[in-house]
């Protein structure tokens, strides 16, 4: 397996899965938000960021993580294996406040440069709202690749961890 795909809703998980596939497989990662986002909270050209993923996709190996559902089809065309984080808005929420709290003022590592943590209001609605979006249209991706491409829904963090060991034992 030389490229896996994570997407999923914010606080899911996914560049932490990312991050642990890419260290134990040896592949290398790469994040989507400093794709997306030029620095200073400022969104990159929708043409640039498109450009970017694809480029950033035909590397011949990755852990590709983030949702980007622009070049989502893209990546999942060159991928060996979709995982889906499909966790609960609970847990998703839990996961959304502590990372603000816990780098808050400061530049996460799998971010876009100078684009610290804070608690935003609209970020957390759209969090929140994530269920009745967004969750939805990456259901609908995942029918549509099923068959198509290896692909893995986990709906817990026992799932994820019992997906890493399995899959890594392999």
Known sequence: MQRIMVIGGPGSGKSTLGRKLGARMGLPVVHMDPIYWLGDWVERDKTEAMRL?????????????????????YRAERADLIVFLDMPRVLRMWRVLWRSLRFHGHTR???????????????????????????????????DWRGRRNVRVLTSRRQVEDFLS?????
């Open 53 to 73: 993923a694809k480029e950033a996709a035909d590397r011949p190996e990755w852990v590709f993580e983030g949702n980007h559902s622009a070049s989502m089809a």
């Open 109 to 143: 590592p799998d971010m876009g440069p100078n684009c610290p943590e804070r608690f935003d209001r609209a970020f957390l609605e759209f969090c929140w709202s994530y269920d009745s979006n967004g969750r939805l249209r990456a259901l609908r991706f995942i029918d």
């Open 166 to 170: 399995e899959f890594l034992a392999r």
